[in-house]
């Protein structure tokens, strides 16, 4: 899809952020000297080829990373995605001037990561404001209407209305019907090709999307040169889409186009960064919060009388099952605890906050979980997977992923777990893990928002309270 100017503009103010940011920094740092005293001192100019370098870099980074992104136009999520971007130009900044044998100060970096961080944030909340008010007078959209009725016609209508950045306007839905097409949502209906073609221009429809097959024994195909003709752009979805764990590369037979299916898998490489980074975060975080730990699981104790603690039998990468430790936040039947006791209450709070799932903080360090993934099922859901599904356990499970970024949970169908983690996958990065990572607490905090109850899982019980232990026999209470 085309960047709009807007686009570009944020590009152009980050790239003027970055010149800011250090500026700043330098005044800073150098206002300090009486606190910390500046070795030598050093003016402003010989700073410049670590600011050029950190502008080419970031217009690199906000190519390939996507830096324009807003997720359903949530700031916190376009946060959460400039944070180990910026990181990693800090970083190859530092990397660079040791390379070259540059002397920066270390404290003056500090700072211009910081002044960057909110200057970007900011760029972010100003991009988001001018995107609002260009959709609300409609101009710089290009109007769209998706031809198809097909629950990949309705989640493709659903990221377009997500995604300010593209600068879309969904118009309407576009039914065939007997080879014919049928508009719906535009305010009439008709079925003939020339009715429709000048609805089409009248609504001053820029692009239609196919979400379907375009076969030859229809009317379509003269509908969409008529619409090219008249200056409707025509774009179609590939009909094996929504196979996620395979790339599509695309080449030609004497002008025929072939798609090909390459199987994706991520590198040995990457696999080891994975590795390092959760061993590393998970025992960071053990080590800050056990003492939020011990009190969860002192509560817990006297709640639940001795069994602070659960040990579930989880399906892991390979299908191999483990052990996965999850606070005991669901109270049995024979508990006798009132829905508005503090008990009931205090439980609540950890399953709707996650707060029940830190103890699997150790199945990382025992390696049989990933700080990201997709979340793990229970051996009696996974034994009804088909060979689509099982794809899933190609990676190693964990304690959050793209799916529950995206807001799903386990009353969610399959499905729609399933298309997201694979589509993690395909698109895996150690990169978008610390996106992820850095995108779940907002994603939790919305749950108080929305009126989550607390009463359903990250994962397991789907749900659904259990009436007694013995519904849940892969379930052992320490």
């Not at 993934?373 to 859901?381: A, S």
Request: with cysteine.
């Amino acid at each position: 899809m085309k960047k709009g100017l807007t686009t570009y503009a944020l590009l152009l103010a980050d790239l003027a952020a970055i010149v800011l940011a250090f500026r700043a920094a330098y005044g800073l740092r150098y206002a300090l000297d009486g606190l910390v005293p500046v070795p030598v001192w050093e003016p402003f100019r010989v700073h410049w080829p670590a600011i050029l370098f950190g502008i080419a870099l970031w217009m690199l980074l906000f190519r390939s990373l996507e830096m324009d992104r807003l997720q359903g136009g949530a700031l916190s999520f376009a946060i959460s995605h400039l944070v180990p971007a910026e990181a990693l130009l800090v970083v190859c900044m530092l990397a660079a001037s040791y390379l070259a044998r540059i002397y920066y100060s270390r404290l003056l970096l500090a700072f211009f990561a910081v002044i960057l961080l909110a200057m970007l944030a900011a760029n972010r909340a100003a991009y988001q404001a001018i995107l609002t008010s260009l959709r609300r007078y409609g101009l710089g959209l290009r109007r769209v209407v998706i031809v198809g009725k097909s629950p990949l016609a309705v989640e493709l209508a659903e990221r377009i209305q997500k995604h300010r950045e593209l600068h879309y306007e969904l118009v309407g839905f576009l039914f065939p019907s007997t080879g014919k097409p049928s508009l719906e949502r535009c305010g009439q209906t008709s079925g003939a090709s020339d009715e429709m073609l000048e609805q089409l221009v009248q609504r001053r429809v820029d692009e239609l999307i196919f979400a379907l097959p375009i076969r030859r024994d229809t009317e379509i195909l003269e509908f969409v040169a008529r619409c090219q003709k008249a200056g409707i752009a025509v774009k179609f979805i590939p009909e094996y889409y929504e196979l996620h764990a395979s790339r599509l590369e695309s080449f030609s037979v004497d002008g025929i186009p072939l798609l090909e299916l390459k199987e994706t898998s991520i590198p040995v490489q990457y696999r080891l960064v994975k590795a390092a980074m959760d061993y590393s975060i998970a025992l960071i975080l053990l080590m800050l919060g056990w003492p939020l730990m011990v009190v969860i699981g002192a509560v817990l104790a006297i709640i639940t009388k001795g069994h602070p603690l659960r040990r579930e039998i989880y399906v892991g990468q390979g299908g191999q099952p483990f052990v996965l430790y999850r606070f005991n936040a669901l109270l049995p039947s024979s508990a006798n605890v009132l829905e508005d006791s503090w008990k009931a209450r205090f439980c609540r709070f950890l399953v709707r906050y996650s707060f029940s799932e830190l103890p699997q903080l150790w199945n990382v360090l025992k390696g049989d979980m990933s700080l990201v993934g997709p979340r793990p099922e229970p051996p009696n859901q996974v034994r009804h997977y088909s060979a689509w599904h099982r794809r899933r356990l190609d990676l190693k499970p964990g304690i959050t992923g793209l799916a529950q970024v995206k807001g799903l949970r386990d009353s969610d169908s399959l499905d729609e777990k399933t298309k997201h983690d694979l589509e993690y996958a395909a698109n895996f990065s150690p990169l978008l893990d610390l996106t992820l990572a850095l995108a779940t607490p907002a994603t939790l905090l919305k749950r108080r928002k929305n009126g989550g109850s607390g009463r359903e899982m990250l994962s397991g019980s789907g749900g659904r309270r259990p009436r007694s232990w013995s519904e849940r026999p892969w379930v052992r209470p320490e």
